[in-house]
């Protein structure tokens, strides 16, 4: 019987939205022992993604996306490797809290929708399935989906795509999530040097705010933007393929 996440993933729907999907006291915890990390920081960002940020500085990141690595000629293998290390750091600092927001993320689908959620993986090594980042400056629009993100790579076979974000702070004034009624396609015009598209004109599917703890899914080869915010705006978030053989895997 057809779900909610079919719909999502099928784009007859806006998004699903979990409230309450982590507790206060898990993001007080969360968010001491990431930024006392010294991962936690402001990473170089590729040339052709740098349009997507108008305003500088840099947002800071924990881990480094797939596609900024595709953008910088990293290859699959030498990504693989990285992402290893990224496992182990990411085991270092879950172990501290108590608690894996992407192992909670696994459960919740697995309870709610009977699907395994597993890492997008190559040659029996996986990808890693997250980033964490502090997007309080402008985002501009753009899309995500992976047999253009990473043609000839794992996630080339995916044939649909979600994005998912767990939010763990209030960025007070702004800080909203638009997400356009316009698919990303290999013929949609972009601006030069970028995905991200400065001048879009598009109609909006649907806009919503942020509030820590919140869980929000939505189909990333829908355009999508973030507006600049009063203060940090820190989630956790990744992908999620439904690939040909009807798998979900997950990377970022």
Not at 139 to 156: C, Q, S
Not at 199 to 207: G, S
Request: aromatic share 14%; charged share 20%.
């Amino acid at each position: 019987m057809p779900t909610n996440l079919d719909a999502l993933f099928a784009n007859k729907i806006a998004c699903i939205v979990e409230d309450v999907f982590l507790s206060p006291e898990q993001i007080n915890i969360f968010l001491a022992k990431l930024t006392a990390m010294p991962d936690w920081y402001e990473p170089k960002i590729p040339k052709k993604l740098q349009h997507l940020f108008p305003i500088k500085d840099f947002p800071k990141h924990l881990f480094y996306t797939q596609y900024g690595f595709y953008e910088d000629g990293v290859d699959e293998a030498a990504y693989l490797k990285i992402s290893q290390d990224y496992a182990e750091t990411w085991k270092r600092l879950t172990t501290a809290c108590g608690f894996d927001p992407f192992v909670l993320l696994v459960d919740y689908f697995k309870k709610k929708y009977q699907a395994n959620l597993q890492p997008a993986h190559k040659n029996q090594q996986n990808y890693f399935t997250l980033v964490v980042r502090d997007l309080a400056k402008e985002v501009l629009p753009h899309a995500d989906f992976g047999p253009y993100d990473g043609k000839e790579w794992a996630i080339n076979q995916v044939e649909q795509q979600l994005a998912w974000n767990i939010y763990l702070t209030a960025p007070q004034q702004g800080g909203e999530t638009t997400i356009y009624d316009y698919v990303w396609d290999e013929n949609t015009p972009i601006d030069e040097n970028s995905y991200g598209i400065q001048q879009f004109n598009q109609p909006v599917k649907h806009r919503f705010k942020v509030t820590p703890g919140k869980l929000v899914l939505f189909n990333c080869r829908n355009f999508h933007a973030i507006s600049e915010s009063s203060a940090p705006r820190i989630a956790i978030g990744g992908l999620i393929g439904k690939t040909k053989d009807q798998q979900l895997i997950a990377w970022a």
